[in-house]
């Protein structure tokens, strides 16, 4: 057959419709179930991505946003400016400044230099090892310090190291120091109060932290601002009682009559007798509140407030004017306290020197425990129970001041006749120092008593009536007798002005016993006599040597601080006295 003939007989093929496929050559070979399969898997396939599609954009958008805003939106704390402390006069006592805290991403900060890494750690203040093993955490966020001033934190910022932020805090800044802050207290890193007035008054200082929702990228940089959520409020400024001026005397005064005579501790406040306001309040050993790191219990300690002790003879004028307000006696009532000693049961009253005949005035003046036995064993132990009690002994003082302690006053019905003449000067009952201040207030005032406030008032408190004014006025006259010439606390004398006060030796009580040559001297007197102004308490804790007596180490404090807050207040003198008068005899002191 010819070549043109084939071509016929394919075209001819073709225009009868036979399938291309009819060719062996061509034709498949696969079994029809297998492509079968295959649409029934490309069907499932589409079917589950439409399954997934409704349920990620249907059923789960509540999870999936949640799950986004987690990686990208941000709740920024707005922090709010603790208010700010101040003396009576507008004097900044504490006050807050900007600081940054510097945290990171620990995951974004593995690749960051070595050379930068060792250059952060200095700035931080911190080893090698101890950012390396912060920066180990497993967590999102860890802070790598806290409360880094200003200039640092721009440093580590110019470092450019991704995963290192920083974040805007307030660190508390007190600018008189160690003088102040027994008064004033601290706050931790979280700018919460720790103690005295920044604990006591949180809840005014702190303020309100507000907050903001920001969009922030991997590198927690902000990109965009969504709201504010809710604003933040600054904190109410506190203003003290306290006068810095007359603080720092006080301070001065204790820490330097500590070292004088190598003494533990000391401590010394002043009161306003008008108002009651608190206007001083120093201790030492003390510490500086802008720089912790090396603080002890014993710097801690607010010896003012916190402490109690056996006042010895300071406690002497309420005993006596107990008597003299219950009629019992009077300032002339003659008393035989022998030649220094009287036996009560299997007990030993001495007095340090024998007195013989006497009157009230002179018992007061002298200090002598015989005299004042004698007159306490004259009343009814409930009546010094509840004369005790109503100037604040053993009651839970209400001031607002933390840590501020009650003392001890035993109930008058366990009391023995001993037991009633040691309470009668001093032995047997604790107090604290701000206690025994307060305490004087009836025979400074009319014979009333205020409460105390560590913040200024705007006016003066009512009194409670303890005794009556007559026998407050035959009080100060007895009180003035012990800082002349002939009294226990000559050392107490103020130039140009008329004082008083009572002395108060006590034996420190350890282990059950009393010891023989750990005390504590004290003073607590007044000033001006012709209308007082302030009272002030001193205290000397185990004075080292041979003078221990409050006499002489608490007396001298009494009269330099006296001295200073007098000036400092304008008060007009009231004496012609014109230098202290010592006599050679003047260490003399009853316990």
Same mark, same amino acid.
């Given at each position: 057959?010819?070549?043109?003939?084939?071509?016929?007989?394919s075209?001819?093929?073709?225009?009868?419709?036979?399938?291309?496929?009819?060719?062996?050559?061509?034709?498949?070979?696969?079994?029809?179930?297998?492509?079968r399969?295959v649409?029934f898997?490309?069907?499932?396939?589409? *079917?589950?991505?439409?399954?997934?599609?409704?349920?990620?954009?249907?059923? @789960?958008?509540q999870?999936?946003?949640?799950?986004g805003?987690?990686r990208?939106?941000?709740?920024?704390?707005?922090?709010?400016?603790?208010?700010k402390?101040?003396?009576?006069?507008?004097?900044?006592?504490?006050?807050?400044?900007?600081?940054?805290?510097?945290?990171?991403?620990?995951?974004?900060?593995?690749?960051?230099?070595?050379?930068k890494?060792?250059?952060?750690?200095?700035?931080?203040?911190?080893?090698?090892?101890?950012?390396?093993?912060?920066?180990?955490?497993?967590?999102?966020f860890v802070?790598?310090?806290? #409360?880094?001033?200003?200039d640092?934190?721009?440093?580590? !910022?110019?470092?450019?190291?991704d995963?290192?932020?920083? =974040?805007?805090?307030?660190? =508390?800044?007190?600018?008189q120091?160690?003088?102040?802050? %027994?008064?004033v207290?601290?706050?931790?890193v979280?700018?919460?109060?720790?103690?005295?007035?920044?604990? *006591?008054?949180?809840? !005014?200082?702190?303020?309100?932290?507000?907050?903001?929702?920001?969009?922030?990228?991997?590198?927690g940089?902000?990109? $965009?601002?969504?709201?504010?959520?809710?604003?933040?409020?600054?904190?109410?400024?506190?203003t003290?009682?306290?006068?810095s001026?007359?603080? &720092?005397?006080?301070?001065?005064?204790?820490?330097?009559?500590?070292?004088? +005579?190598?003494?533990?501790?000391?401590?010394?406040?002043?009161?306003?007798?008008?108002?009651?306001?608190?206007?001083?309040?120093?201790?030492?050993?003390? &510490?500086?509140?802008?720089? =912790?790191?090396k603080?002890?219990g014993e710097?801690?300690?607010?010896?003012?407030?916190?402490?109690?002790?056996?006042p010895?003879?300071?406690?002497k004028?309420?005993t006596?004017?107990l008597?003299?307000?219950?009629? /019992?006696?009077?300032?002339?009532?003659?008393?035989?306290t022998?030649?220094?000693?009287?036996?009560? *049961?299997?007990?030993v009253?001495?007095?340090? %020197?024998?007195?013989?005949?006497i009157?009230?005035?002179?018992?007061?003046?002298?200090?002598?425990?015989i005299?004042?036995?004698?007159i306490?064993l004259?009343?009814?132990?409930?009546?010094?129970?509840?004369?005790?009690?109503?100037?604040?002994?053993?009651?839970q003082?209400?001031?607002?001041?933390?840590?501020?302690?009650?003392g001890?006053?035993?109930?008058?019905?366990?009391? /023995?006749?001993?037991?009633q003449?040691?309470?009668?000067?001093g #032995?047997?009952?604790?107090?604290?120092?701000?206690?025994?201040?307060?305490?004087y207030?009836?025979?400074?005032?009319?014979g009333?008593?205020?409460?105390?406030?560590?913040?200024?008032?705007? $006016?003066?408190?009512?009194?409670?009536?303890?005794? @009556?004014?007559?026998?407050?006025?035959e009080?100060?006259?007895?009180l003035?007798?012990?800082?002349?010439?002939?009294?226990?606390a000559?050392?107490? #004398?103020v130039?140009?002005?008329r004082?008083?006060?009572? !002395?108060?030796?006590?034996?420190?009580?350890?282990?059950?016993? &009393?010891?023989?040559?750990?005390?504590?001297?004290?003073?607590?007197?007044?000033a001006?006599?012709?209308?007082?102004? +302030?009272?002030?308490?001193?205290?000397?804790?185990?004075?080292?040597?041979?003078?221990?007596?409050?006499?002489?180490?608490?007396?001298?404090?009494?009269?330099?601080?006296?001295?200073?807050?007098l000036?400092a207040?304008?008060?007009?003198?009231?004496?012609?006295l014109?230098?202290?008068i010592?006599?050679?005899?003047? @260490?003399?002191?009853?316990m």
């Amino acid at each position: 057959m010819s070549r043109g003939s084939n071509v016929n007989t394919s075209r001819v093929a073709r225009s009868k419709g036979v399938p291309f496929s009819k060719n062996p050559v061509l034709a498949v070979r696969l079994p029809v179930w297998r492509s079968r399969v295959v649409l029934f898997v490309l069907f499932a396939a589409f *079917a589950g991505l439409a399954a997934r599609a409704l349920w990620l954009q249907g059923l @789960s958008t509540q999870f999936l946003q949640k799950q986004g805003e987690i990686r990208y939106a941000r709740t920024l704390d707005l922090p709010a400016t603790r208010g700010k402390i101040t003396d009576r006069d507008g004097q900044v006592l504490a006050s807050s400044v900007p600081v940054k805290a510097i945290w990171a991403i620990p995951d974004d900060v593995q690749e960051a230099p070595p050379a930068k890494l060792k250059e952060l750690a200095k700035l931080l203040d911190m080893s090698n090892a101890d950012l390396q093993k912060k920066l180990d955490s497993d967590r999102g966020f860890v802070y790598l310090k806290r #409360q880094v001033e200003q200039d640092v934190a721009d440093q580590i !910022t110019k470092l450019g190291i991704d995963g290192i932020q920083t =974040r805007k805090e307030y660190k =508390r800044f007190y600018p008189q120091g160690e003088v102040t802050t %027994h008064v004033v207290g601290f706050t931790n890193v979280e700018d919460a109060g720790q103690e005295s007035m920044e604990l *006591a008054q949180q809840k !005014t200082l702190v303020g309100q932290p507000g907050s903001r929702r920001v969009i922030k990228d991997r590198l927690g940089r902000i990109v $965009e601002d969504i709201e504010s959520v809710r604003e933040p409020h600054d904190g109410k400024d506190l203003t003290l009682s306290i006068d810095s001026k007359i603080q &720092y005397i006080a301070f001065m005064q204790v820490k330097e009559s500590v070292e004088k +005579f190598h003494a533990k501790a000391g401590a010394a406040v002043v009161l306003d007798v008008h108002t009651g306001e608190v206007l001083a309040l120093a201790n030492w050993p003390t &510490y500086n509140p802008n720089d =912790r790191t090396k603080l002890t219990g014993e710097q801690l300690r607010n010896r003012v407030m916190t402490d109690t002790f056996e006042p010895g003879s300071s406690l002497k004028p309420f005993t006596v004017g107990l008597a003299l307000d219950e009629k /019992r006696i009077t300032p002339h009532t003659m008393f035989d306290t022998g030649a220094g000693s009287m036996v009560i *049961a299997d007990h030993v009253i001495h007095d340090t %020197h024998p007195h013989y005949l006497i009157d009230v005035q002179t018992i007061i003046q002298k200090s002598s425990n015989i005299g004042t036995s004698k007159i306490a064993l004259g009343m009814p132990p409930q009546e010094m129970w509840e004369m005790f009690t109503k100037v604040g002994f053993g009651q839970q003082p209400k001031w607002g001041f933390p840590g501020a302690v009650a003392g001890r006053v035993r109930p008058y019905k366990s009391w /023995r006749p001993i037991e009633q003449a040691n309470m009668s000067f001093g #032995q047997g009952i604790s107090v604290s120092l701000i206690q025994l201040a307060r305490a004087y207030m009836i025979y400074a005032r009319d014979g009333d008593i205020i409460p105390l406030s560590f913040q200024k008032v705007a $006016e003066a408190p009512h009194g409670t009536q303890v005794v @009556s004014a007559k026998t407050a006025a035959e009080m100060r006259e007895m009180l003035e007798m012990v800082t002349q010439p002939g009294g226990s606390a000559v050392k107490a #004398q103020v130039p140009g002005y008329r004082v008083g006060g009572k !002395t108060g030796t006590a034996q420190k009580f350890i282990n059950g016993h &009393y010891s023989q040559t750990k005390y504590i001297g004290n003073f607590v007197g007044m000033a001006p006599m012709s209308n007082p102004r +302030f009272i002030i308490a001193v205290m000397i804790d185990e004075p080292g040597g041979p003078v221990h007596v409050g006499g002489d180490v608490a007396g001298p404090v009494f009269s330099a601080l006296a001295a200073n807050a007098l000036r400092a207040k304008n008060i007009t003198p009231d004496s012609t006295l014109t230098h202290i008068i010592i006599p050679d005899n003047a @260490s003399q002191e009853n316990m």
